[in-house]
């Protein structure tokens, strides 16, 4: 399981990671059904940001 809230902090996502906070203390059935959203959205975020840290290939 993911620990989204470790996600994103690790990507400085500070006002993300507080609106999760909120989240998450309004209770488990407020989380279910925006955990597949967050989830995807980190998952395109980390890619997004591995792509960019490969240096071009040189000619």
């Not at 990671?17 to 959205?41: P, T």
Request: glycine content about 6%; aromatic content about 4%; charged content about 25%.
């Amino acid at each position: 399981m993911r620990d989204v809230a470790a996600e994103l902090k690790d990507l400085r996502l500070l006002g993300m990671l507080s609106a999760w906070g909120e989240l998450m203390a309004q209770g488990e059935d407020s989380v279910a059904s925006s955990k597949w959203l967050i989830e995807h959205l980190l998952r395109a975020e980390n890619t997004n940001r591995a792509m960019r840290s490969v240096p071009p290939l040189s000619k």
